[in-house]
């Protein structure tokens, strides 16, 4: 054997001399910027941006066969309607016009559709044959998941603005439960037997400088109506899209990303900042059993979202959203390999080759416990001949959905206005569907595809949205090179980015427009041309924030009227640093939340627009709820003068700053 040590020490002295290089670049370049702002009395950022008009778009976003097989009932994000498909012909029989933004569907019966209507608290039950709305279900204000349990007469629906899941008799319309405490539930599914609902978190609760910090699935018993466990996904888990129960009902399958964030991002080779995975979960220990990456070593996976299981559980397909492409995993063998059943010399049958990767199955083979730290290697699925991914003729796939005759996919295609049925064996294109005519994307459109694309990434491990899901938050800490290293900072919502400058915490870069640019450079390692900059930076300018769902009928509460009038008092101080109506003053302060790996003890004053959905908050996401910020959070009264307000005045004060 070859001597390889000296080539090994020349690589490791070359990389440690890049990467002193690189973090000494950024350091200079984010510092010499906050230096460059005395006063930081800067202007907020303008660029000439088209008018918004979503509607004009058709945006697919969830799909579903109904039980016959013969009609596709498709939701569209943007448009506003759902679409009843010929699945033979590709012919869209219907078109229903819906409330707020369609999301999930789901099929109760043989002519009967649900929908939920974002943004208008209601799930919309529709006749497949005629296309009407039937009849409106009330639930919370912003339902994105849906599903059914038709023995019990059940509908369960996840409500994203209020953390909460709604269970509502199907035959009343009657909210028999809500169940709290479920951070931005997503998608939602039940088990055969109407026992469970599983649900997926979308993105961490808690404070992100627990260094477990993770996105959950929660297990929610149908019978008591109650929260039964939060199956804590591994450290760094967030975008938990879609949730699927296996035919037997012992599995749950979920995808997800999963953050390095213990890493500085350096470096996007191996999965070193982000991975994305695919986790199963045994219903019947109610535990995590394995998480295993649709990585391979040298192309990553970026942002999965959909899945689909044949009628007997042997197969599961992916879309990924921001690869365009499916991901089709050969779930029974992958069991055999899981329980330690993968054969005499473990992987080493397999259809493909990659050493290190096979090598975990043989341990696991040897130690089925070992399973635990699948989700460290990368092409381990492909390794074992688990997985074959396949590129698709697909902008955005994410709704994925198997016919009753497991003999073809439907896939929708979100930035084309499409729906592509595939053969299910070999993903080959069978029909591209229309649902109707789609303009040409404007500056807006092209910019959010862009943001959301993860080709525009080194080797597609991550998207912009990867790390802010809907350009918001992800619930994490990420240690970026712009101000240093060792000092992780909190994802940030980019609404009104461009209107609130400097950004980033520390304000290292001068405005939205750097930061798009920088952020390309240097998290995804990429040269973009200038024309996808500026669509990015089109996007990003034309993002508002969402009613709050904490309004009344699009109204201040009487208790937020009361936390207004203590947020706009003198003497408890709020709107000197967040004055409306941007609710920032653009200028660094001290407010006592310097913690143990931070250097500057003066951060950014953040936005409060949208508070309701951007915890954990301040600059290292160390305060999970408002309630810190207003109290423990607050020492010496530094951020705001609260420590003489009552129980119930810091309660209306948090209503406020909920409601905007």
Same mark, same amino acid.
């Given at each position: 054997?070859?001597?390889?040590?000296?080539?090994?020490?020349?690589?490791?002295?070359?990389g %440690?001399?890049?990467?002193?290089?690189?973090?000494?670049?950024?350091?200079?370049?984010?510092?010499?910027?906050?230096?460059?702002?005395?006063?930081?009395?800067?202007?907020?950022?303008?660029?000439?941006?088209?008018?918004?008009?979503?509607?004009?778009?058709?945006?697919?976003?969830?799909?579903?066969?109904?039980?016959?097989?013969?009609?596709?009932?498709?939701?569209?994000?943007?448009?506003?309607?759902?679409?009843?498909?010929?699945?033979?012909?590709?012919?869209?029989?219907?078109?229903?016009?819906l409330?707020?933004?369609?999301?999930?569907?789901?099929?109760?019966?043989?002519?009967?559709?649900?929908?939920?209507?974002?943004?208008?608290?209601?799930?919309?039950?529709?006749?497949?044959?005629?296309?009407?709305?039937?009849?409106?279900?009330?639930?919370?204000?912003?339902?994105?998941?849906?599903?059914?349990?038709?023995?019990?007469? *059940?509908?369960?629906?996840?409500?994203?603005?209020? !953390?909460?899941?709604?269970l509502?008799?199907?035959?009343?319309?009657?909210?028999?439960?809500?169940?709290?405490? %479920?951070?931005?539930?997503y998608?939602?599914?039940?088990?055969?037997?109407?026992?469970?609902?599983?649900? /997926?978190?979308?993105?961490?609760?808690?404070?992100?400088?627990?260094?477990?910090?993770?996105?959950?699935?929660?297990?929610?018993?149908?019978?008591r109506?109650?929260?039964?466990?939060?199956?804590?996904?591994?450290?760094?888990?967030s975008?938990?899209?879609?949730?699927?129960?296996?035919?037997?009902?012992?599995?749950?399958?979920?995808?997800?990303?999963?953050?390095?964030?213990?890493?500085?991002?350096?470096?996007?080779?191996r999965?070193?900042?982000?991975?994305?995975?695919?986790?199963?979960?045994?219903?019947?220990?109610?535990?995590?059993?394995?998480?295993?990456?649709?990585?391979?070593?040298?192309?990553?996976?970026?942002?999965?979202?959909g899945?689909?299981?044949?009628?007997?559980?042997?197969?599961?397909?992916?879309?990924?959203?921001?690869? =365009?492409?499916?991901?089709?995993?050969?779930?029974?063998?992958? =069991?055999?390999? *899981?329980?330690?059943?993968?054969?005499?010399?473990?992987?080493?049958?397999?259809?493909?080759?990659?050493?290190?990767?096979?090598?975990?199955?043989?341990? %696991?083979?040897?130690?089925?416990?070992?399973?635990?730290?699948?989700?460290y !290697?990368?092409?381990?699925?492909?390794?074992?001949?688990?997985?074959?991914?396949?590129?698709?003729?697909?902008?955005?796939?994410?709704?994925?959905?198997?016919?009753?005759d497991?003999?073809?996919?439907?896939?929708?295609s979100?930035?084309?206005?499409?729906?592509?049925?595939?053969?299910?064996?070999?993903?080959r294109?069978?029909?591209?569907?229309?649902?109707?005519?789609?303009?040409?994307?404007?500056?807006?459109?092209?910019?959010?595809?862009?943001?959301?694309?993860?080709?525009?990434?080194?080797?597609?491990?991550?998207?912009?949205?990867?790390?802010?899901?809907d350009?918001?938050?992800?619930?994490?800490?990420?240690?970026?090179?712009?101000? /240093?290293?060792?000092?992780?900072?909190?994802?940030?919502?980019?609404?009104?980015?461009?209107?609130?400058?400097?950004?980033?915490?520390?304000?290292?870069?001068?405005?939205?427009?750097?930061?798009?640019?920088?952020?390309?450079?240097?998290?995804?390692?990429?040269?973009?041309?200038?024309?996808?900059?500026?669509?990015?930076?089109?996007?990003?300018?034309?993002?508002?924030?969402?009613?709050s769902?904490? *309004?009344?009928?699009?109204?201040?509460?009487?208790?937020?009227?009361?936390?207004?009038?203590?947020?706009?008092?003198?003497?408890?101080?709020?709107?000197?640093?967040h004055?409306?109506?941007?609710?920032?003053?653009?200028?660094?302060?001290?407010?006592?939340?310097?913690?143990?790996?931070?250097?500057?003890?003066?951060?950014?004053?953040?936005?409060c627009?949208?508070?309701?959905?951007?915890?954990?908050? *301040?600059?290292?996401?160390?305060?999970?709820?408002?309630?810190?910020?207003?109290?423990?959070?607050?020492?010496?009264?530094? !951020?705001?003068?609260?420590? !003489?307000?009552?129980?119930?005045?810091?309660?209306?004060?948090?209503?406020?700053?909920?409601?905007?």
């Amino acid at each position: 054997m070859k001597n390889h040590r000296p080539q090994i020490l020349v690589a490791t002295l070359i990389g %440690i001399t890049v990467f002193f290089l690189l973090v000494g670049y950024q350091a200079r370049v984010g510092w010499s910027a906050m230096r460059s702002m005395p006063g930081r009395g800067m202007r907020p950022m303008e660029i000439a941006v088209p008018p918004r008009n979503e509607s004009a778009y058709r945006s697919p976003f969830d799909l579903a066969f109904s039980p016959d097989g013969k009609t596709l009932a498709v939701s569209d994000r943007t448009a506003g309607v759902l679409y009843l498909v010929d699945a033979e012909t590709g012919d869209v029989k219907k078109t229903v016009t819906l409330q707020g933004r369609p999301m999930a569907v789901a099929w109760p019966r043989e002519a009967l559709v649900l929908v939920a209507e974002y943004d208008a608290g209601t799930v919309a039950l529709v006749d497949a044959q005629d296309g009407e709305v039937l009849r409106r279900f009330r639930v919370g204000p912003k339902p994105v998941g849906v599903a059914v349990a038709l023995q019990k007469k *059940l509908l369960v629906v996840g409500d994203y603005g209020l !953390h909460t899941v709604s269970l509502v008799d199907l035959q009343t319309g009657n909210e028999r439960a809500r169940i709290g405490d %479920i951070r931005h539930p997503y998608f939602v599914a039940v088990t055969p037997d109407e026992r469970l609902a599983v649900v /997926g978190n979308l993105i961490p609760a808690g404070p992100a400088t627990d260094p477990a910090a993770a996105a959950a699935i929660s297990l929610i018993d149908l019978d008591r109506g109650t929260k039964i466990k939060d199956i804590i996904l591994p450290d760094g888990s967030s975008s938990v899209r879609q949730v699927r129960v296996s035919p037997d009902g012992r599995w749950a399958y979920v995808v997800h990303t999963r953050g390095r964030t213990m890493l500085p991002t350096t470096q996007l080779d191996r999965g070193w900042v982000n991975t994305n995975a695919f986790s199963i979960i045994d219903l019947a220990e109610r535990q995590l059993y394995a998480t295993a990456l649709l990585d391979t070593v040298t192309q990553g996976a970026a942002d999965p979202w959909g899945i689909a299981l044949t009628p007997d559980g042997k197969n599961a397909w992916i879309s990924v959203a921001g690869t =365009h492409q499916i991901a089709k995993i050969e779930l029974a063998t992958l =069991h055999e390999y *899981l329980a330690g059943r993968a054969g005499k010399s473990g992987a080493s049958e397999a259809k493909h080759t990659v050493t290190d990767a096979s090598a975990i199955w043989q341990q %696991i083979r040897e130690d089925p416990s070992r399973r635990s730290q699948l989700s460290y !290697h990368l092409s381990a699925l492909y390794a074992g001949g688990l997985m074959t991914r396949i590129s698709i003729d697909a902008k955005g796939p994410r709704g994925i959905a198997l016919s009753p005759d497991a003999k073809h996919l439907a896939v929708t295609s979100y930035y084309s206005g499409e729906v592509l049925l595939l053969e299910a064996d070999s993903c080959r294109l069978r029909k591209r569907i229309s649902l109707g005519p789609q303009p040409a994307p404007d500056a807006v459109r092209r910019g959010e595809f862009v943001f959301f694309d993860g080709q525009h990434s080194f080797q597609h491990w991550l998207s912009c949205g990867t790390c802010h899901p809907d350009a918001r938050v992800d619930g994490l800490n990420w240690d970026l090179v712009n101000d /240093g290293i060792g000092n992780p900072k909190n994802a940030r919502s980019l609404v009104w980015s461009h209107k609130t400058p400097p950004v980033m915490s520390l304000a290292v870069r001068e405005d939205m427009a750097e930061a798009v640019q920088k952020g390309f450079q240097f998290i995804q390692f990429r040269e973009v041309e200038e024309g996808d900059l500026n669509a990015v930076r089109a996007y990003l300018q034309s993002l508002e924030p969402e009613a709050s769902p904490h *309004l009344v009928n699009g109204q201040l509460s009487s208790k937020a009227k009361k936390g207004k009038e203590l947020f706009e008092n003198a003497e408890v101080g709020c709107a000197a640093c967040h004055p409306a109506p941007l609710y920032t003053s653009m200028q660094l302060h001290d407010v006592g939340t310097k913690g143990e790996f931070d250097r500057s003890s003066s951060y950014d004053t953040p936005t409060c627009i949208e508070l309701w959905r951007t915890a954990p908050y *301040l600059h290292d996401g160390s305060a999970p709820t408002l309630k810190d910020v207003l109290t423990t959070r607050n020492p010496g009264d530094q !951020h705001g003068k609260t420590s !003489h307000l009552t129980p119930e005045e810091i309660d209306a004060l948090i209503e406020y700053l909920l409601s905007l």
